[in-house]
């Protein structure tokens, strides 16, 4: 009983000394990369254009203007954290959808156009944790806590009509995290489906009667706990991973860096390889810190830079192509690296200032205390990070 006491006791310490060094950090970089305040914390973050469109924990999906910071649309309907966000375009009818999935188990569609909500899928047994959309198969698939990835038809988006399955996998024994993938034909495609305990398993789809249906064609375990981001493209897979790691594996090894090794958990990545600037970069979220890695050799990963960008962790990073008109009438189009936090913020900051090697500078970071053991209201038990996880979104 005495060492519970006073393993509470350092826990309450530790914490209140975490939030102290917090309140201190959000002080002095209050005005770094132009914050624009969220009502929320921003769970996923998808650029179009000039807005960028934000999964909240407010159990709302908002669309800002990167620009002037303001909020152009809100979409109302989920009735808990938003933690995800996809978009297809339909050839009538409702013509730019956005998909959200959310922490009440269901997946929703809007119309961008008139902000209205086109139909709700009960879709899991627990929360919605991933989407992921094959467009020319018209293809959605989603994976959630309850272990299971999901195949939902998005040939027939009608008002009202919740979307019909196409199909299931029940091969992971953790909560799926992350989900992408690739066509290879107009009836079947290779995904990747991650789990929170760092399992990557591959998968051949072919569909088969109206239905997608899977054939494990490998398994990965490179990863040691859970991969928080996975990225495809060009033949090169990139994972981050709470292991403090980031991974990549390509059809020819020589083009990708081994294992880049991080101080903390990384949340978030943006290889700058797998963008149409094509830069042998690698920009990553972990922690509350933004780091810029050389990977133009890929046997020696040079980091060059590190931004004291957020005072709470790095959640998504994504890349924005800024088009400004200057005082002679000439669109100028200028790359420009969004990030988003658990402190609440969008922050803009300029590629070529990340890109420019800074003077040392001594970066500390905190990391929360493990919070008590919580289960779900199915009674699944979390992992530590879901825990952690959920004592940030449910910290007003």
Known sequence: MANTDRSNFLLAEAQLALDEARKLKSERIKDLGSPIQLSGKALAIYVRGGDAWIAENTAVARKVDLESGRTLQLYKGHTGPVTSLAFYQTTSGHNDVLITGSWDQTIKLWSTETKSMISSTEAHSDFVKALYVLPTLQLLISGGSDKVVRFWDLSDIQDGKPLGGLGAISSHTRPIACITGKPISDAAAILYTADTMGVIKVWHLSKQDGRWTHTMKEELNHHRTRVNEMLYENGQLWTASSDETVQALATHPSQVPGPVAHPVAVRSILPLSMTDLDEPYLISGAGDIIRVYDISSPDEPELISETDAHWHDVTAIRLWMRRTVGDDGKTRIEPWI???????????????????????????????????????????????????????????
């Not at 922050?347 to 890109?355: G, N, P, T, V």
């Not at 929360?368 to 449910?394: C, H, I, M, V, Y």
């Open 338 to 396: 969004i990030s988003t936090s658990l402190d609440s913020t969008i922050r803009k900051w300029r590629l070529s200032d990340l890109l420019q090697p800074k003077p040392n500078v001594s970066v500390v970071e905190v990391q929360p205390p493990t919070p008590p053991s919580t289960a779900s209201s199915k009674g699944f038990k979390l992992s530590e990070d879901e825990e952690r996880e959920l004592a940030e979104l449910l910290d007003s």
